[in-house]
Antibody
Framework: EVQLEESGGGLVQPGGSLRLSCAASGFTFSTYWMNWVRQAPGKGLEWVATIKDDGSDQWYADPVKGRFTVSRDSAKRSLYLQMNSLRADDTALYFC?????????????WGQGTLVTVSS | DIQMTQSPSTLSASVGDRVTITCRASQSISTWLAWYQQKPGKAPKLLIYKASSLESGVPSTFSGSGSGTEFTLTISSLQPDDFATYYCQQYYDYRAHAVTFGGGTKVEIK
């Protein structure tokens, strides 16, 4: 069974940093592209970042470009999101999601999310 | 970015009803479209990918259709477990365009 478990969320002041982690199990982590998707309280879904299976390339949504960095460690079967210069509008539930098995970038498995709150 | 517009934003229906949700893209996305179901406090669940391919384990009461700029998600006979919010997502040329989601359609009990 595919399992994704996020951690690392919490309360942080504007301008601060936070590092999210996602522990993967139940599948061959090193062969899948991985993603972060967020959801502000009471709002819809927003793609944040994607990293290729070998970590050689990453894509970011414009609102986080230059502030967030996605990385992965296949030996630890883990995905990370380093978030710097956090703003109030980064407040959201952050989901780790696995890329679908066929062509394209859609999300076939999701974690339960970790909540990031940016507030003074 | 490619904008995705869902309609309606809220839908009231009864168990057994046939329900249709529409998603329109601001430009042609071929069939690079997925549909998700989300229940309160839970992660989204993939229902449909490539516009009409049913994800493994998803009931056959769900179906997707469309291409280009207009897409539909149909629930042929609404079940109690289907009351949720549904999102479409485009992934056309994701290297050049950001992946984007529709605003969601909440299916409520009538």
């Amino acid at each position: 069974e595919v399992q994704l478990e996020e951690s690392g969320g919490g309360l942080v002041q504007p301008g601060g940093s936070l590092r999210l982690s996602c522990a993967a199990s139940g599948f061959t982590f090193s062969t899948y592209w991985m993603n972060w998707v967020r959801q502000a309280p009471g709002k819809g879904l927003e793609w944040v970042a994607t990293i290729k299976d070998d970590g050689s390339d990453q894509w970011y949504a414009d609102p986080v470009k230059g502030r967030f960095t996605v990385s992965r460690d296949s030996a630890k079967r883990s995905l990370y999101l380093q978030m710097n210069s956090l703003r109030a509008d980064d407040t959201a539930l952050y989901f780790c999601a696995r890329d679908g098995i066929t062509d394209g970038l859609y999300f076939d498995s999701w974690g339960q999310g970790t909540l990031v709150t940016v507030s003074s | 970015d490619i904008q995705m517009t869902q309609s309606p934003s809220t839908l009231s229906a009864s168990v057994g009803d046939r329900v249709t949700i529409t998603c329109r893209a601001s430009q042609s996305i071929s069939t690079w479209l997925a549909w998700y179901q989300q229940k309160p406090g839970k992660a989204p669940k993939l229902l449909i990918y490539k516009a009409s391919s049913l994800e493994s384990g998803v009931p056959s009461t769900f179906s997707g259709s469309g291409s280009g700029t207009e897409f539909t998600l149909t629930i042929s006979s609404l079940q109690p477990d289907d009351f949720a919010t549904y999102y479409c997502q485009q992934y056309y040329d994701y290297r050049a365009h950001a992946v984007t989601f529709g605003g969601g359609t909440k299916v409520e009990i009538k």
